[in-house]
């Protein structure tokens, strides 16, 4: 069976801290954007940017990023989603 992630880290210079994390078995990118559709019901206040991977119906593979401090000019400190499948 085929099994994928929904990975929700908050990055910054020291590391990162597990924010959300949920094990699905099947493939939720059912139309094109659906991560993004599930991102904003799990994190409805945050202004996520696509980054890496592709946002089209059934891939397996899908990345957002949001600065949570871009208008300071600081890259480092960052919250990353990604949608992925995960090893057979």
Request: proline share 1%.
């Amino acid at each position: 069976m085929k099994k994928y992630e929904i990975l929700i880290t908050a990055n910054h210079d020291e590391g990162s801290v597990l924010v959300f994390k949920e094990l699905v078995s099947i493939n939720i990118m059912i139309k094109r954007g659906a991560f993004l559709d599930i991102l904003n019901k799990i994190m409805p206040t945050i202004k996520w940017e696509f980054d890496d991977g592709c946002i089209d119906e059934d891939t397996e593979y899908c990345q957002y990023v949001c600065y949570t401090e871009k208008e300071l000019g600081n890259m480092s400190e960052y919250l990353l989603a990604s949608w992925s499948k995960l090893e057979d």
